[in-house]
């Protein structure tokens, strides 16, 4: 299959592209009491302010000012360094190491290598899953987000990064060789009794088009003729790349539809207003099939779930999605930052309006993977004091700190997140209760035949 995609302006960070309309009456907007408040305020600040501001952050801060008062959580601004993170995230191909990150704490900070893949830089060089990186290039990033850390471990193809890393209690550190390499939008396995499992992990891929036909392909040749399309934790990503993962799995009928403020469009155009239907193909899949969703499966996977739950394609089985019913025009603006308007709203083919309601499973199972996170606070004792405390059967004892404060947490271990192949997906049927679920809903035995 050849695809064409055009620049950023018409790609869609959370579903859809377009143009924006870019015409402003000057004139109209420059008279305004609110026009002249803002140069006053800006003259104020470069004259008078006890520090010195540059035009960039003051202009930038109003920008982000002006999305932010649509109080609109989808709508937003990415400045050029962010927007080339994600243009390389889009693409699916990049400079870096060779392992996949995940955030540490609860705020948002802290990197964790979550996979290290085989014959990659960090493979060779000694990284290993668990590692919490601490420093990339000398700079502390304990305290940076997992997209700001990741930024400065890409770069160019053939140069070094030195990686900090914390494992356990002791220091380990790398020099590695940036590489190419190329991200896995879809993951494929076999689960017991020949069903075909395939993993969706994002729609933000250019790569997803051709990769979903290779797992079906592959799942295809290994004579599956039962599957669990998995789109747990999948955030979205393109308008198109949803539409396009619906489709290989329906010979009819429309997969969503977009409602704009104004205006429609012919069924050819990717412009608001269009419904998108489904064409038949050879290459489609024709068996049994059961999608699995979380409540962090949003956007793009609800466009999916939500097309073959009302065309009675598949069975939903999890639990309630998170409920992201709106699609965004995305373009650059001139200082190479990037802006998300939410643009459309979209619609299932019974034209169900899911926007902060989500998709609500027809077989509810709760998401089994992670276990529970556990956290004892408490106050009051005498410094060095011993605590005895109950927790889940099991003794724990701890010990005051200076301040009379004692403290326990407890982590369940992370599942897998893919194989050390790319493009191989990993699963844990035995901790996976939506997972065993889906299998009983294919009428199949969670136990491979002997």
């Known amino acids: 299959m050849t695809l064409a995609v055009s620049s950023a302006l018409a790609l869609a960070y959370a579903q859809v592209g377009g143009k924006a309309n870019t015409s402003l009456d000057a004139g109209a907007l420059g ?9 006053q305020v800006y003259q104020a600040i470069k004259e008078r302010y006890l520090k010195d501001v540059s035009d960039e952050t003051l202009l930038r801060g109003a920008l982000n000012g002006m999305l932010a008062s649509l109080e609109d959580k989808f709508t937003g601004y990415s400045t050029p360094e962010e927007n080339q993170a994600g243009q390389e995230q889009l693409s699916g191909q990049f400079y870096g190491v060779g392992a996949l990150l995940e955030t540490v ?47 400065k471990i890409v770069g160019k193809l053939g140069t070094q990064v030195k990686l900090e890393v914390l494992r356990g209690q002791t220091t380990f550190n790398f020099t590695l060789t940036r590489a190419e390499i190329k991200t896995f939008a879809v993951e494929s396995a076999l689960l017991p009794n020949n069903v075909g499992y395939l993993a969706v992990n994002t729609f933000y891929n250019e790569k997803i088009f051709e990769q979903i036909d290779t797992g079906l392909a592959k799942l295809k040749a290994a004579g599956v003729k039962k599957m669990v399309l998995d789109l747990r934790d999948n955030g979205g990503g393109l308008l198109s790349a949803g539409e396009y993962v619906a489709d290989k799995f329906l010979q009819k009928g429309t997969i969503v539809s977009l409602k704009a403020r104004a205006g429609r469009c012919s069924a050819q155009q990717i412009t608001p207003g269009c419904a998108y239907n489904a064409k038949p193909s050879s290459e489609d899949y024709s068996g049994d099939l059961v999608v699995l969703v979380n409540k962090n499966s949003a956007s793009a996977s609800e466009i999916v779930a939500g ?10 089985v999890g639990e309630k999605s998170y409920g992201k019913g709106v699609a965004q025009d995305v373009f650059d603006v001139l200082d190479g930052g990037q802006v998300r308007l939410v643009a459309q709203e979209w619609l299932t083919p019974k034209g169900r309006a899911i926007q902060d309601k989500g998709i609500t499973p027809d077989v509810t199972v709760v998401d089994t993977r992670y276990g529970r996170t556990l956290n004892i606070d408490g106050l009051g004792a005498k410094a060095g004091e011993k605590i005895t405390v109950m927790l889940e059967g099991k003794t ?10 004692f403290t326990y947490t407890s982590v369940p271990p992370r599942p897998p997140r893919g194989t050390d192949v790319q493009g191989e997906a990993a699963f844990d049927l035995k901790n996976d209760a939506q997972l065993q679920k889906a299998l009983e809903v294919l009428g199949v035995s969670a136990t491979a035949k002997k």
Not at 307 to 316: G, H, N, P, T, V
């Open 31 to 39: 008279n305004s009491t609110e026009a002249q408040s803002l140069v």
């Open 105 to 151: 704490n609860a705020d948002g900070t802290g990197t964790r290598i979550a996979q290290v893949y085989k014959n990659q830089p960090a493979a060779r060089g000694g990284v290993q899953v668990g590692d919490v990186i601490v420093k990339v290039d000398g700079d502390d990033v304990s305290k940076l987000t997992l997209s700001k850390t990741r930024t």
């Open 307 to 316: 097309a073959l739950q009302d065309l009675e394609r598949a069975k939903i």
């Open 396 to 405: 724990l004892n701890l010990t005051a700190d200076k301040d009379g404060k």
